[in-house]
T-cell receptor, first 113, second 113 residues
Framework: DAMVIQNPRYQVTQFGKPVTLSCSQT?????MYWYQQKSSQAPKLLFH???????NEADTPDNFQSRRPNTSFCFLDIRSPGLGDTAMYLC????????????FGSGTRLTVV | AQSVSQHNHHVILSEAASLELGCNYS??????LFWYVQYPGQHLQLLLK??????LVKGIKGFEAEFIKSKFSFNLRKPSVQWSDTAEYFC???????????FGTGTRLQVFP
């Protein structure tokens, strides 16, 4: 089945230690997104790629970076994680700008200790 | 800026009761509308979506939603809830021509047998 796959499912990292989360898709969608969802809150868009065009949300901390080396893969890098970055990180894809075929991965639950 | 409001933060129902969850958005242009469900410990799943056409949309698991353009609303309904419907429900809006999906703050539904 065509899917959005996130690895790892669970990640524990130390305060200040860089961490990378990965997302891959077999849908050949143009757009890939990263959301942060803290406990009992709505998913919050961090940034997204339309093809190779990177779009950062205005309130996304500089600590968060992303890379999309090809259509299939997208990475979320947190350079110096703080305790407040403990959250579920969701990757999503869509075929185009209208949100058609918007598909979420299972998420990576990140805990910063 | 676009925003999505879900006024019911926590809803408690008995099985077989009827459900209506409110969702209002602020955006004057064309929108695509979505309802997602998140069961405890699981990822977001699409319940239903509206792009155009019949404003009454039927989704999975007996859910439906009605788009009322004049009220900027997209309320979710189910005539008879089940214990297994216990979950968090998120309304989301995509403004036509943008890449983003903006989520509401969510409604926690608890259904008791």
């Amino acid at each position: 089945d065509a899917m959005v796959i996130q690895n790892p499912r669970y990640q524990v990292t130390q305060f200040g230690k860089p961490v990378t989360l990965s997302c891959s898709q077999t849908l050949n969608h143009n757009v890939m997104y990263w959301y942060q969802q803290k406990s009992s809150q709505a998913p919050k868009l961090l940034f997204h790629y339309y093809d190779k065009d990177f779009n950062n949300e205005a309130d996304t901390p500089d600590n968060f970076q992303s890379r999309r080396p090809n259509t299939s893969f997208c990475f979320l890098d947190i350079r110096s994680p703080g305790l407040g970055d403990t959250a579920m990180y969701l990757c999503a894809t869509s075929r185009d700008r209208q949100g058609i075929g918007y598909t979420f991965g299972s998420g990576t639950r990140l805990t910063v200790v | 800026a676009q925003s999505v409001s879900q006024h019911n933060h926590h809803v408690i129902l008995s099985e077989a009761a009827s459900l209506e969850l409110g969702c209002n958005y602020s955006y004057g242009g064309t929108v695509n509308l979505f309802w997602y469900v998140q069961y405890p410990g699981q990822h977001l799943q699409l319940l239903l979506k509206y792009f155009s056409g019949d404003p009454l949309v039927k989704g999975i698991k007996g859910f439906e939603a009605e788009f009322i353009k004049s009220k900027f609303s997209f309320n979710l309904r189910k005539p008879s809830v089940q214990w297994s419907d216990t979950a968090e429900y998120f309304c989301a809006v995509n403004a036509y021509g943008t890449d983003k999906l903006i989520f509401g703050t969510g409604t926690r539904l608890q259904v008791f047998p």
